[in-house]
């Protein structure tokens, strides 16, 4: 009461966003974004200090290319951005070009990248950045301008970040967080590392309030020496090929409990990439005396690199789909595109297990659309896909007797639209006829029948309740199962298959 008599509640707001432990007392520490931003000199961290260059190691340059969020892909846009401030939207407006559009790094600062020793077969994934949230922790504050001091392996992806834009938090604020990776390929001297990131950016600061851009996934590959003390090639980027790939979020007011909006949008272009091999910073001859790096033409010298033979690689796809499924265990069930659900359905003789949404399942969007924190939020993918979709019941049957798919709302508007495909028109007709916001199940027929559908508003409604609650006998609860979501959604698998059963047996 004193804080917010003293500050008001937008000036609690800001302390309280640097004041990380809550104990109403601004560290040094704390209070360091702050100075960074007043005195614009930002002091060399520890790491940095460590790392001090090897005058013989090898340095990489790495440019960033960005092209800004298309706006009219967001939903708000349909409406002109109504009721929404112009101050809201600055931050998100203004990115228009990478923070630093070239950077030199050292090599041997992409050690981070290399497989622990218990990690050397390929796809067999393993932490760079380990995710300290699941459900039941919940998720870190949305109200938070600056990231905290990057510490070990955090260090080089927060700098890679940083050329995108100066705030990035390499641990996201909802699971699954973090950086995982694999190795795709292995020879004598070198691995090619396969690596997903969860992370995002933070686009405002004071006096504005936060706004929070989320890609669905950063992701890359790495061709380092096991040594690290040479990488032959790297980049990162965000994929484009969906039609949404960026979640955002942004608070209205000066406290936690602020209203949020939610929306998502497309991201054409937002990539890094290594110029060449990385090149010895000093070049020496034979006699040990340091030379030029140039000839004496004035030519810079030209580096001949051995051609890497690969002993063992899988392909890119399948180092993609481990990282896939480590981050999401649910995945353990292939999620086929729409419309090779349905090919696929048909010629295994099985039901489509279909998940109709508003944001996507599978990257780092989240599925929600309500106006109010906290999430995770009734009704949002990241709820299913952290609870009911990664249980071993569940896994099993849908492996037994169903393909699935998940799809955008707004895929399936386009799919629908197109009369080139009559099929697949009727196909996305018959769900979308079905879909209420924000996340629809569906089981259907493998000519788009739907048999069954529940929302998850409701689902998740009638889970929360005492079983003695539910009248429904449709989605009573088993005494199997301890948990009465993975009951009630087996229930519901089971009742498609039942009502499937006229249809796949004429």
């Known amino acids: 009461e004193l804080a917010m008599k003293s500050l008001g509640s937008e000036g609690l707001f800001l302390f309280s966003s640097l004041d990380t432990n809550n104990d109403l007392y601004l560290s040094p520490e704390e209070f360091k974004p702050i100075a960074e931003k007043l005195t614009g000199v930002a002091p060399i961290s520890e790491f940095e200090e460590e790392e001090t260059p090897d005058p013989s190691g090898e340095t990489l340059s790495v440019v960033a290319k960005f092209q800004p969020l298309v706006m009219e892909t967001m939903t708000k846009s349909k409406d002109g951005f109504l009721g929404i401030s112009h101050v809201a939207l600055s931050g998100l407006r203004n990115w228009t070009a990478p923070a630093v559009p070239m950077s030199v790094l050292l090599a041997r600062q992409f ?47 927060h700098k890679l970040l940083s050329m995108f834009h100066p705030r990035p938090f390499v641990k ?17 001297f070198y691995y090619t590392i396969a690596f997903r990131i969860h992370a995002e950016f933070q686009l405002n600061e004071p006096p504005d309030f936060p706004f929070w851009f989320s890609p669905g996934q950063f992701t890359g590959h790495i061709v380092l020496s096991r040594d690290s003390s040479h990488v032959r090639e790297f ?28 929306d998502i949008g497309y991201l054409p272009q937002m990539e890094l990439e290594s110029t060449g091999p990385s090149i010895p ?51 353990k069930v292939s999620y086929l595109p729409f419309t090779q659900a349905f090919e696929r359905a048909k010629a295994e003789k099985k039901l489509v297990h279909s998940i109709l949404l508003w944001g996507a399942l599978d990257d780092h969007h989240q599925g929600n659309t309500a106006q ?46 197109n009369r080139e495909n009559e099929l697949h028109s009727k196909l996305a007709a018959l769900h979308l006829e079905k879909y209420n916001f924000p996340v629809e199940m569906i089981i259907c027929l493998p000519n788009g029948t739907v048999v069954h ?37 087996l229930q519901f698998l089971k009742e498609g298959l039942q009502r499937a059963k006229p249809y796949l047996q004429s």
């Open 172 to 188: 996201s604020r909802f699971a699954p967080q973090g950086a995982v990776a694999c190795i795709q390929a292995i020879s004598t």
């Open 453 to 489: 559908h529940i929302n998850a508003n409701y689902f998740l409604d009638i889970t929360s309740m005492k079983p003695e609650d539910v009248e429904s006998n449709i989605f009573s609860f088993s005494t199997n199962f301890e948990d009465p979501s993975t009951a009630t959604y």
């Open 235 to 262: 980049k990162l980027f965000v994929p484009n090929s969906r039609s949404l790939n960026v979640d955002m979020e942004w608070l209205y007011g000066a406290s936690e409990s602020s209203n949020m909006e939610v």
């Open 111 to 157: 050690k981070a990248f290399l497989p622990p020793k218990n990690k050397v077969d390929l796809g067999d994934p393993w932490w760079i950045i380990p995710s300290e949230l699941n459900i039941f922790t919940g998720y870190l504050s949305n109200n938070r301008f600056y990231p905290p001091p990057p510490k070990g392996k955090e260090v080089i992806i």
């Open 372 to 417: 109010v924190l906290p999430p995770p939020l009734p009704g949002s993918g990241r709820t299913l896909r952290e609870t009911v979709l990664e249980s071993s019941p569940i896994l099993a049957l849908l492996n037994q007797s169903f393909v699935s798919s998940w799809s955008l709302v707004k895929e399936l508007e386009e799919l629908q639209s």
């Open 281 to 331: 910073s000093v070049i020496h001859d034979e006699n040990g005396n340091v030379i030029d790096s140039r000839d004496p033409s004035g030519e810079p010298i030209q580096f001949v690199f051995e051609e890497i033979t690969w002993q063992q690689q899988i392909p890119w796809e399948e180092a993609a789909r481990r990282l896939e499924v480590a981050m999401y265990p649910f995945k």
